[in-house]
């Protein structure tokens, strides 16, 4: 059969740049189907076995339908770790890796986390591996969401606490937090439009919208709950936000009586982050 980059170049040709194929041929040939670099750069004419060719067939069948690498692979890479993923969450983004960063670089003693909107556990997994002493709870409202992410700490052999928690409507009593972190849905209704279709098609709609007349519900409601639930006078918000709504969202929580409320930008220069202290 042809090469394995002349045949993912020609079969995908309508679908991706010429960039997107280049990346998505090397990491099917050699991650997905198990060529050597040396195969794989050879670029010649090689015979795969059936498994393989139906495998590689698949594979092209699914990209066509623009559904994200990461969930034919199953898994992706997030601050060093491999997690799996499936359409029940969210793929990682690496700006969302940078505000665990910032957390660990901010607060290495940090004593308890509380990560609200877990999806697949990245962000609550990544802090307690890098930070063993902390004690690390994750709330969800989907207990799909909540079955990846209890994969994911087990497989990992990551101690975080999973919890099926509904942060609309209710907030259990708990100890107070050092740290509220959370990377909530916060894109408008009205944004979808200009999405792409691997994201619009494929991605769980609610982990990503918000309705366009209240675009910083979630936001209110984490600031109305770490009112109650954060260390007094040393706790925090660590937030993703829209980038549209860099500035209302500092707004907002400075007006529920949060202090020092910083607003980031994430390695593109995109407003990105807001931290707001207590």
Not at 153 to 164: G, I, M, Y
Not at 189 to 194: H, I, M
Request: proline fraction near 5%; include cysteine; hydrophobic fraction near 40%.
């Amino acid at each position: 059969m042809n090469s394995i980059r002349r045949l993912i170049d020609r079969e995908l040709a309508d679908y991706y740049s010429p960039d997107e194929r280049n990346a998505l041929a090397k990491y099917i040939g050699c991650d997905l189907l198990g060529l050597s670099l040396v195969e794989y750069y050879a670029d010649k004419d090689m015979i795969l076995s059936a498994e393989r060719q139906t495998k590689l067939h698949t594979i092209i069948r699914r990209l066509r339908l623009y559904e994200p690498l990461e969930y034919i692979a199953g898994s992706t890479e997030f601050c060093g770790l491999r997690l799996q993923v499936s359409p029940s969450v969210l793929i990682p983004r690496p700006e969302t890796s940078e505000l665990v960063e910032l957390i660990v670089k901010q607060r290495p003693a940090v004593r308890r986390v509380l990560d609200v909107g877990t999806g697949s556990g990245c962000i609550a997994i990544a802090i307690a591996s890098q930070l063993p002493q902390a004690y690390v709870e994750a709330w969800d409202i989907s207990e799909d969401a909540l079955s990846v992410a209890r994969t994911n700490a087990d497989s990992l052999r990551v101690p975080v606490t999973f919890r099926h928690v509904d942060v609309l409507t209710e907030a259990p009593v708990c100890e107070p937090f050092d740290v509220i972190v959370s990377n909530p849905p916060y894109i408008a209704r009205s944004e979808a439009a200009q999405m792409a279709h691997n994201v619009l098609d494929w991605e769980p709609n609610n982990a990503l919208f918000v309705p366009d007349e209240d675009p910083l519900l979630f936001y209110r409601r984490i600031g109305e709950i770490g009112k109650r639930l954060l260390s007094a006078n040393s706790g925090a918000l660590y937030l993703e936000i829209n980038q549209r709504f860099g500035h209302e969202t500092q707004t907002l929580l400075y007006r529920l009586g949060y202090t020092d409320v910083q607003l980031l930008r994430d390695m593109s220069g995109n407003d990105r982050f807001v931290i707001a202290a207590l």
